[in-house]
């Protein structure tokens, strides 16, 4: 029997499979190297694209405050010209307020009663003068009472001096003017 020796055969069948196996493995090295750098690739593209959108959108985000800023400015200016419109109506409706007060000042004071000094802090008013008797004095307080412009008399003091031989109740009384507006400030 001849014999046939399949060692080298195997061998050779051997190497070309090592061979096969070498290339294939090198093909797929440099196949997953060309992956990983065309997905890098491919990312690098997509994070430059979305820092370009997010510069555009800093940008558009900074003229937007910009603009809420100029808003914002104008709707404090708007306020403070609707403030200043309210203060000016109301003093265009207190107006006519002041021709009252005089008027009901002058209305009010009995005969014997003489004023002396009218001062007015907001709608308070400070009254000094003096009466030939208290009773005067009480006539000019229920005087001020009934009045529509006056309101809420309150005597201060009284006193009785001598002046040039005549005895006169000096007073101080305070009474409220009566306001046709509502006070919103202060």
């Known amino acids: 029997m001849p014999r046939i020796n399949l060692l080298p055969w195997r061998e050779e069948l051997r190497k070309e499979r090592q061979k096969n196996f070498a290339v294939a493995t090198g093909i797929a090295i440099v196949f997953g190297v060309l992956v990983v750098m065309f997905s890098n690739y491919v990312y690098n593209i997509r994070i430059e694209y979305q820092n370009s959108r997010n510069q555009l959108l800093r940008g558009e985000i900074t003229a937007l405050d910009a603009q809420i800023k100029e808003i914002l400015d104008l709707e404090a200016k708007k306020e403070r010209l609707l403030n200043r419109m309210e203060i000016i109506e109301q003093l265009q409706r207190s107006r006519p307020e002041s021709v009252h007060l005089v008027e009901q000042l002058v209305r009010t004071v009995p005969d014997g009663v003489f004023l002396t000094s009218v001062k007015q802090v907001g709608q308070r008013l400070e009254l000094k003068g003096g009466a030939e008797s208290n009773t005067r004095v009480s006539a000019y307080m229920r005087n001020i009472d009934s009045s529509d412009w006056l309101t809420d008399p309150r005597l201060e003091k009284i006193e009785v001096v001598d002046r040039t031989g005549q005895r006169v109740s ?11 507006i509502t006070e919103d400030q202060g």
């Open 170 to 180: 000096e007073f101080s009384i305070t009474a409220r003017q009566v306001s046709t």
